[in-house]
């Protein structure tokens, strides 16, 4: 299903992570895992994206929970 008023248009939007453990900030992602929502809370279904960054965004709210994978840990949900 396609929205015609949307249909061909090329979105420029982008969202990134900025993530910090123990106060330091993170650089390297190996033992993170990102998923993203459309909207301003988690819903049922996340994003395909997977990496600490997303975009082609329309304009909008998103919603990221992060998940130390190493620790087993998750963030609380953030809406930008």
């Given at each position: 299903?396609?929205?015609?008023?949307?249909?061909?248009t090329?979105?420029?939007?982008?969202?990134?992570?900025?993530?910090?453990?123990?106060?330091?900030?993170?650089?390297?992602?190996?033992?993170?895992?990102?998923?993203?929502?459309d909207?301003?809370?988690?819903?049922?279904?996340?994003?395909?994206?997977?990496?600490?960054?997303?975009?082609?965004?329309?304009?909008?709210?998103?919603?990221?929970v992060?998940?130390?994978?190493?620790?087993?840990?998750?963030?609380?949900?953030?809406?930008?």
């Amino acid at each position: 299903i396609c929205d015609p008023a949307l249909a061909g248009t090329a979105f420029g939007g982008a969202m990134a992570a900025t993530v910090t453990f123990d106060g330091a900030a993170v650089t390297d992602f190996t033992n993170y895992s990102f998923t993203w929502y459309d909207g301003s809370s988690v819903t049922p279904t996340p994003r395909a994206e997977t990496s600490s960054s997303i975009t082609g965004l329309p304009d909008g709210y998103y919603t990221l929970v992060v998940e130390r994978t190493d620790l087993g840990c998750s963030s609380l949900p953030v809406t930008e």
